[in-house]
């Protein structure tokens, strides 16, 4: 199974931006579905956004939507995900998630994750 490694993260003012990394180790995303995943503080982890490495498609939450951007480094076997306009409620532990198979956004689908990496966005 793959292994994931998050990594960037960090304090940033709103409107700022930050961009986070998961790395894939063991084996490549080539048959995988990764996806991003937020847990604030007293709150149910959430979806935020997923590609599909094989086509490159892409899928996000209407929270982010226009914000958030995912995107994938073929030679890097690495996902990124670029966060402009960033807002206090953005604030949480990000984690990403991989899985075979279809797309989809419930934390339960997904079977291999990330350590998780802080973001915070102060006002």
């Known amino acids: 199974q793959v292994q994931l490694i998050n990594s960037g993260g960090g304090l940033v003012q709103a409107g700022g931006s930050l961009r986070l990394s998961c790395a894939a180790s063991g084996r490549t995303f080539s048959t995988y579905v990764v996806g991003w995943f937020r847990q604030a503080p007293g709150k149910e982890r959430e979806f935020v956004a997923a590609?599909?490495?094989?086509?490159?498609?892409?899928y996000y939450a209407d929270s982010v939507k226009g914000r958030f951007t995912i995107s994938r480094d073929n030679a890097k076997n690495t996902v990124y995900l670029q966060m402009n306009s960033l807002k206090p409620e953005d604030t949480a532990v990000y984690y990403c998630a991989a899985r075979t198979g279809a797309v989809l956004t419930r934390p339960n689908d997904y079977t291999n994750w990330g350590q998780g990496t802080q973001v915070t966005v102060s006002s």
């Open positions: 590609i599909r490495w094989s086509t490159g498609s892409t």
